[in-house]
Every structure is written in C-alpha cells, then in structure tokens.
C-alpha cells in the first residue's frame, strides 16, 4: 500500500507510525470529514483489515466527531468508562477502548479532519501530554496535505466553470484584421476566443487552466471549431491559434483535414514548450504539404521562439507587443526588430508585427521591413460582420516593393536578398 501512496500521503504516514510508536497504540489515522462522512485517508494500523485505508464510516456518529463537538474528551484511556462513547458503532465494531483525537485544520482555520490513534484495549497511562504530541503532529501534517487540497480546490473550480463552456460548444470567436503595411489592405485576421467576462481571466490564462486539469485539448479543438466556421463569412486567411500538445493530437490532425488549407495560417505560441519537435514536424507535414501555412507566435517574448523557427522553419513570425509597442521611439526595439526582420525574410519567412497601436509605430514597422500589422491602430477583435477592408493606410514614407501575388508573398528585395 505504501507504493501506491503519494509523496504527501507518505510524509503523513511517517508522521501516524511516529505518533503509534510514542502512544503504543493498535492504530493512528488520518481522517477527512466532509460533512457527512468520515474518510480514513491515511493509516498505519497493527491490524490493517479492521482499519483499511479508504474506509469511510458516518461523520456524525465518529468518536472523532463526538470529540470535535465537545460530547466526548480528547483524551480518552478507557471507552468504557463513558457511556457517550460506548453508545457509538465504533466501541462496537472494531471495539475501540482506548482513543486520542486532534483536530486537522488548515491555514485558513478551515477543518479538514482528525489526526487520531487508537486501541483496542484500554490505556490507563494516556494523558494530556499525549494530545500535546497528537496536536503538534496533526499541525504537521495539515502543512503537508493543504498543498494538495490547494490544487484540488482549484481543479474543482476551473471545471466547475469550464465544463458547461465546453458542453455549449467553447469559447465565442471574434477576428481581428491583419493588415498589409505597405498598401493598408487587409490581408487577413486573426481569430481570438473569448471567455465570459465575469472570470476576469486572459484567454491564456483560461487555456492553461484547462490543459492543468485535462481539458485542454477539447477546449482548443472547440476553439478551432468556430475560427474554422469564419472561413465562409471572410475573405482572406484566418490565422487560428493552436499549443504544440494539441496540434500533434490525432483530433487536431482530422480537423485541418477538413480545412481549406491555403486559407489557414496556424499559430504556435513562442510560450508553449515543445516536448517532441519530430511529432510537431510530422504533424503539420500534411496540412502545409496541402498549402496550410504555419507561423511561430509571440517572437522576442522569450528564447524558445528561436529554437521553434530552426526547428519548424515557418512561413511566419508574429513580433510579440512586448518589442512592437513604442518601436517609433526606442532606438533598442528598431533595432531588435530590424534584426529580426532581416533573419526572417533572408529564410523566405514573413514577418507580422502584433500589438501596434498608434500611426507613429506602424510607420516606423512599414519602414524597418515588417510585412503586416495587427492592433488596435487596424481594428479591434470584433464579429465577423464588423470585419471590412482597413481604410486607415500608416502615415510615412513606403519601403520600395514589387506588386504582392497574395498573403504569403515577400517583398522583391526579401525574396533576391537584396
């Protein structure tokens, strides 16, 4: 049974077999008590089958219960002796004669259980030394377990919101235009979820969540599902954001089958690691075999982007924000994003500025060599409907380039290097 436990039940358990050895009692347990019933989580017993870990018995009939609510004492060298306590099932089967009990509580004040020991004889020598002990060790073992009851709290809530997301059919889908910056035509959009404004959470933030608790494939695909239902309604490309995990599923390959391929752009975050680069590699082989086109997200956010473009060789890269916003101003970010543009067209590789937000930085990304541009300055994520050609052109001076065959065409000079 021991193998079988987790870390933490493991450190409770050392801590029952310290308190059995000082009290020389049959058994010490750890119970959780969820209102109505008692759980025997943890134990260490001199007799296992009377006492088996997972047994649960009625809350409101425990010795441990009758203790907490003050009927019986802590402390208790003879169950005889109490006529409270022998009424209980317990003085009955397993005939406990003996018992000692402190109550589990965790740093919030909130009772999580008992920490218990006890015999089926009696002890004359049990005191209020040994409740000292009992307390001291229930404290510790409330410090182990609450990390745990922590995550599982949590879980609990993250499902209890998202399950019934996913049962509608996931999260709304807006677009946002990805405009062209030397001629101010839209190119395409980017397809973004949103989530119940009430969470206050970042539509990242919702993801990782869901993929903690194991739900985060479904929850993509759902995603992937209502960008996809775009596609009739815009012109255009839509650019669909997808983790490395869920792309190599075989539910994600089945639908970009289904897919216009020369119509999708799909996005991996600079953020989400990559556990198997060839498994990525073989999974979008088929979809831009048949002209899906893949972009590494969020470039300049971090050092990973580096190692997914060596790797995956994209069709584009998405500058991060973080080195878009203020560019026209910091001699430091023009100079980054130079450099990034002159690697990504010297591979044949578009380069799509995220995050622009005034005139002065989408002049300045036109000038530096960046393909697109996407922000506020374009149009803000919106419905479908809502989504028309960008009439706002970036005010300054247009790097000289030969006329665009589509979306995925460089500028003459990235194409010859010159």
């Avoid at 993801?207 to 775009?230: D, K, N, T, Y």
């Avoid at 048949?290 to 790797?311: C, E, N, Q, T, Y």
């Avoid at 247009?398 to 000079?413: C, D, F, H, K, Y």
């Amino acid at each position: 049974m021991g193998a079988q436990r987790t870390q933490a039940e493991q450190q409770v358990a050392d801590l029952l077999r310290t308190a059995k050895r000082a009290l020389g009692l049959s058994v010490t347990f750890l119970s959780r008590m969820d209102g109505t019933t008692q759980h025997l989580e943890v134990v260490d017993s001199s007799i296992p089958f009377l006492f088996p870990e997972g047994a649960r018995m009625v809350q409101a009939t425990s010795f441990c219960q009758a203790i907490l609510d003050g009927r019986l004492p802590a402390v208790i060298p003879d169950v005889r002796a109490l006529p409270e306590a022998m009424a209980l099932p317990a003085a009955r089967f397993p005939r406990l004669r003996s018992y000692v009990s402190a109550p589990v509580r965790l740093s919030d004040g909130t009772l999580y259980g008992t920490f218990c020991a006890a015999g089926l004889t009696t002890d004359k020598g049990l005191s209020a030394r040994d409740q000292a002990l009992m307390e001291v060790l229930a404290a510790a073992a409330a410090v182990v377990i609450e990390p745990g009851v922590v995550d599982r709290a949590r879980a609990e809530e993250i499902e209890s919101r998202l399950v019934p997301l996913l049962v509608e059919g996931g999260p709304t889908v807006v677009l946002q235009p990805i405009v062209d910056l030397a001629s101010g035509r839209r190119a395409g959009a980017e397809a973004l979820s949103r989530f119940p404004a009430h969470w206050k959470l970042a539509p990242d933030v919702v993801f990782a969540q869901a993929h903690s608790i194991g739900l985060g494939h479904e929850l993509e695909l759902l995603a992937l599902e209502r960008a996809a239902r775009h596609l009739a309604r815009v012109d255009g490309y839509v650019a669909m954001n997808v983790s490395p995990a869920t792309l190599v599923t075989p539910e994600c390959g089945a639908l970009l089958a289904r897919l216009p391929a020369d119509r999708v752009l799909l996005e991996l975050s600079e953020h989400d690691q990559v556990e198997d680069y060839d498994a990525l590699s073989a999974a979008v082989a088929a979809p831009r075999a048949a002209g899906m086109r893949l972009a590494i997200d969020d470039v300049g956010a971090g050092f990973s982007s580096l190692r997914h473009i060596v790797v995956t060789a994209p069709d584009v890269i998405k500058l991060d924000r973080s080195i878009v916003d203020g560019v026209a101003a910091d001699r430091v970010l023009t100079t980054l994003v130079g450099s990034l543009v002159d690697f990504a067209h010297g591979s044949g590789t578009l380069v799509v500025a995220e995050g622009v937000e005034t005139a002065q930085d989408a002049a300045a990304l036109r000038g530096l060599g960046v393909d697109l541009g996407q922000g506020w300055f374009f149009g803000r994520p919106g419905p479908a409907e809502a989504l028309g050609p960008t009439d706002r052109e970036p005010a300054g001076p247009s790097p000289v380039r030969a006329p665009t065959e589509g979306p995925w065409t460089l500028p003459l000079e990235a194409r010859t290097g010159a």
